[in-house]
């Protein structure tokens, strides 16, 4: 019985610590500040996204699309040449929380 339960608290120790961990907290500042690295994504080519939406020009629909995720990794694996972003990750949903404030301005 006893054993079992140290099991049980090992096993949740492990799913808890396997989640990525949380530094900073998601906000539409920080995905702005991505919006502006050239850094994002890894990129290979020092390109941000600011380039071709300059203060997000042209994105103030995007924030409705279902696919948001998708297009913002489809702009970081092609324009800057980078690695996707991981759904879950702070930077993620930091650029969607940045691009989601644009359609209410
Ligand atoms: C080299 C130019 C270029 C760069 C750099 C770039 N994009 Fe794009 N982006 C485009 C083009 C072209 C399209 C497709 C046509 C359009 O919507 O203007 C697009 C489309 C999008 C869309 C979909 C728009 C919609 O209405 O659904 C999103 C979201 C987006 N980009 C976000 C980003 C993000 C975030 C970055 C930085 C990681 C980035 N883009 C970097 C050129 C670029």
Known sequence: MRKSIVFF?????????S??????D???????KLF?????GASKN????NVCHPNGEGLQNAGKNP???????K????????EKLNEQTVAMQSLKM???SLGKK
């Open 9 to 17: 608290a090992a096993s949740c120790a492990v799913v808890f610590m």
């Open 19 to 24: 989640f990525p961990v949380f530094a900073e």
């Open 26 to 32: 998601a906000s539409v500042e920080l995905g702005k």
């Open 36 to 40: 502006n690295d050239s850094g994002l």
């Open 46 to 49: 020092s390109t941000s996204c």
């Open 67 to 73: 696919q948001l995720t998708k297009m913002i990794n």
């Open 75 to 82: 702009c970081i694996v092609g324009p800057l040449q980078g």
């Open 98 to 100: 940045y691009i989601e």
